[in-house]
């Protein structure tokens, strides 16, 4: 459920600064903000209530932020934010550490605790996703969690990689969830951001076991998408990379209504259907785009395609065309 969609454009310039200082309060968590040009601040907001936890996407030009012990007192939500960098710089002092962070990295922010801090700026705006979610929604104890407030947390391969690949894609389709969805959707989320918490802090032992399940069915699946164009790619291969055993990786695939062949080709398949309605790619032969993503043979490719959408590759690229340019998928 989308909680607002907006930005400062529609309003006054004098009272651009104002309003968002106010909205993200109500909204987020209490904090003081400044800036050193009102006049030039503008800033683009959506947040999303997905049940167990909130997801916002902000875009804005200079902030100076800080939640003195004052403001603590009067407001605390006992929430914990996970921010995900995706433009921009800034530094961040809490819990008697202090961070430098840009692009590419995690910040991890504890209601509970002051803190004073920058970010943006007036020739380059910061951009950055926002998990809000209640301190014990982890299911791991808050002083190993509290170990990442204000400290380095880079986005790297492995389960750091899955996850902001996973909360960008969830930024972008998050309107399109039902209530079903969010709830579903905001359990791996939690999942995913405890074993990414638990991976920094070599604290895997103390994650739940669904949450360890879910962290190596996320990996695995990560792990799936970027070999797609190999059509040698068995569940031998993918058990032996995650040191599981085959009929392990069996049972994690059954848990989820599907064979692992099943889950390989449906991926095949839906990046198959994408770049087919891309306009760019129409003089690609169709096979060149089957082989592409591990079809080699011809007439196997077309009947999965036809069994899974309906119609034949060559009439989904046609209508495609007919209709107009295709919006490319994630």
């Excluded at 997905?50 to 603590?72: D, E, F, T, Y």
């Excluded at 961040?92 to 605790?113: K, N």
């Amino acid at each position: 459920m989308k909680i607002f969609d907006w930005s400062t454009r529609d309003l006054a310039v004098r009272d651009r600064f104002s309003y968002w200082d106010d909205t993200m309060s109500r909204t987020l968590v209490p904090v003081r903000l400044t800036t050193d040009h009102p006049a030039r601040f503008a800033g683009s907001a959506q947040a999303f209530d997905l049940g167990a936890l909130q997801l916002s996407v902000m875009n804005h030009h200079l902030l100076q932020a800080s939640r003195p012990a004052k403001l603590i007192h009067q407001s605390d939500p006992e929430v914990f934010q996970l921010h995900l960098i995706l433009k921009g710089r800034g530094r961040m002092t809490q819990a008697g550490r202090d961070v430098a962070f840009q692009a590419g990295q995690l910040l991890l922010i504890d209601s509970s605790r002051p803190l004073r801090g920058w970010r943006g700026a007036h020739g380059n705006p910061a951009k950055s996703l926002i998990v809000q979610f209640p301190r014990a929604a982890l299911g791991l104890r808050s002083d190993v969690v509290g170990q990442l407030v204000a400290a380095e947390f880079p986005v790297r391969q492995g389960i750091t990689g899955v996850l902001a690949g996973h909360l960008k894609h969830l930024a972008e389709n998050a309107e399109a969830l039902t209530p079903r969805d969010e709830q579903a959707v905001a359990a791996v989320t939690l999942d995913l951001i405890a074993a990414a918490c638990a991976d920094r802090v070599e604290a895997t032992a103390l994650l739940s076991p669904e949450s360890r399940r879910q962290a190596l069915l996320s990996l695995i699946h990560d792990f799936i998408r970027q070999r797609l164009g190999d059509p040698d790619l068995t569940p031998e291969t993918i058990a032996a990379a995650h040191q599981i055993s085959v009929r392990h990786l069996y049972t994690l695939f059954r848990e989820q209504g599907l064979t692992v062949a099943a889950w390989i080709r449906r991926c095949r398949l839906e990046r198959c259907h994408r770049d087919l309605a891309d306009p760019r790619q129409r003089s690609l032969p169709i096979q060149a785009v089957a082989a592409r993503w591990g079809f080699t043979d011809a007439s196997t490719f077309s009947r999965a395609f036809r069994a899974a959408y309906g119609i034949s590759p060559r009439e989904h690229r046609n209508s495609a065309q007919a209709t107009g340019p295709a919006v490319s998928g994630p």
